[in-house]
């Protein structure tokens, strides 16, 4: 009888961690794609910055064929 309510604990014990296993599994699914969502997000902003970055040095060694931003056009 002892054993009967031994096997039986454990038996509660063992559903519990399957639960446990059930939802760490699911859960680090979910974050696996999250990360890779995040990864690829990353990725794109570095090559947009990586583009404005290319932008603004032409816009450097071009020399200072723009006016100023905060010179008055001349009509004013």
Known sequence: MVLLAHLGGMDS???????????????????????LELSREVSKLSDRLARTEAKLTQSADAGDQAPPADERPPHW
């Open 13 to 35: 014990r063992l559903h519990d961690l399957e639960e446990r296993l059930t939802f760490l599994q699911r859960h680090m699914e979910q974050q696996d794609r999250v990360i």
